[in-house]
């Protein structure tokens, strides 16, 4: 367990309250901080009112219902408990993480660390704060993988062996800070786009907390993207793609894969990957 100070800004589904428990199970946090969304400016209600984007929002919410039906993420972080925070008495509410009442906070607790899952693209002072630095977890491997939805493009691009997430330093971008670690969960068969995603997070929780331990004892992590990647949005994401896709699972896109848990660490020395449970199963060095 490290003792570094730990403000963790996050989202408000089972896969993020699963992620704030973890990293208070491995190190001191001082603050829980989550977005209710309440705040909405006059330009802001205007944008989401224009038909493309009001259809838009309607049928990825219509989507993520039928995809997310039976409580499948939460059977998945949880089992049989109802998710929930296991230190409620941290937690902030706030109307968007840009908040002023965000960087207040961190001014006032002075973190060792910010933690960042599933929350709205940071901007401002915020990124200055954390004495060791803003670190995110991204559900997609970066500089290939960058923005929404990156375990579908995975698939969909028939690369199933570049499903996985990435920890990385928060910069002014999105998903193009210092590269920390690769985290690449177990590939079978039988998976499907979400299982492979929440697996991908569930692993991701457990390095978070071995980088935090890392930190406290000074290693150097980290390395520059060598390159911009794929940046992709919410809207490249349709029907037509996602019957593609289906498709192309039914006729075993997945068929006799079986890829390890493989973790990739940055840094200037030999990177060393493990499973989460700490197995050895790949060593290689990262790029210089």
Known sequence: ????????????????????????????????????????????VLSLLRPENLWRKSSRWLRDRRRYAGGREAKFFFDAAPPALTRKDLLVEVPHVNHPDVVALAD???????????????????????????FNLHGGLSPRYRGADCTFWALYN????QVGCTLHRIDAGIDTGTLIAHVQPEVRESDDELTLFWRGIRDSAEVYVEMLSRLERGEALGQPQPEKGTLY????????EERDLAARMTAGLLRGVMLPPRVRWFNRQAARATSPQDRTVLTERSEP
């Open 158 to 161: 028939g690369e199933p062996e």
């Open 1 to 44: 367990m490290s003792d570094l100070s730990l403000m963790i800004l996050c989202g408000r589904s089972p896969r993020h309250l699963y992620f704030a428990n973890r990293l208070c199970r491995g190190a001191r946090p001082v603050a829980i901080v989550q977005e209710t969304g309440a705040q909405l400016s006059a330009p802001k």
């Open 108 to 134: 006032r607790l002075h973190p060792d660390v910010i933690a960042v899952f599933g929350t709205s693209l940071i901007r401002g002072g915020l990124l200055a704060r954390g004495r060791l630095g803003m």
């Open 233 to 240: 949005q919410v809207r490249q994401r349709g029907r037509q």
